[in-house]
């Protein structure tokens, strides 16, 4: 079992920035590949970003929606990972969800995704 929660979320304006992190207890945590998803009012849940075992550049994969703003990252050390957020959007407002797989890398569907997280609010306003 991972567990896996996400402090971080709020409320900002239309070009800032927010960090979103996310604190795994429980299995070793480096040994899952990790991502981040959001679900705005009345859509479905959508794959945002994913970053595998090793933190390379190799190993991360975005949304074509927020590829260039957002960047993942995690410190297997601190059993944590991160979603840096620039040059928000009203769009970008939903609940993000971070998950967890030992499927491998490149991994898109929430389906795939064994361990969530109970997802974090981020609103942003124009």
């Known amino acids: 079992q991972v567990q896996l929660v996400e402090p971080g979320g709020g409320l900002v304006q239309t070009g800032d920035s927010l960090t979103l992190s996310c604190a795994a207890s429980?299995?070793?945590?480096?040994?899952?590949?990790m991502a981040w998803f959001r679900q705005a009012p009345g859509k479905e849940r959508e794959f945002v970003v994913g970053i595998g075992i090793v933190f390379n550049s190799r190993t991360q994969w975005y949304a074509d929606s927020v590829q260039g703003r957002f960047t993942i990252s995690r410190d297997n050390a601190k059993n944590t990972m991160y979603l840096q957020m620039n040059s928000l959007k009203p769009e970008d407002t939903a609940v993000y969800y971070c998950?967890?797989?030992?499927?491998?890398?490149?991994?898109?569907?929430?389906?795939?995704?064994?361990?969530w997280g109970q997802g974090t609010q981020v609103t942003v306003s124009s």
């Open positions: 429980g299995r070793t945590f480096s040994s899952y590949g």
């Open positions: 998950a967890a797989t030992g499927k491998g890398v490149g991994r898109r569907r929430e389906e795939d995704y064994e361990y």
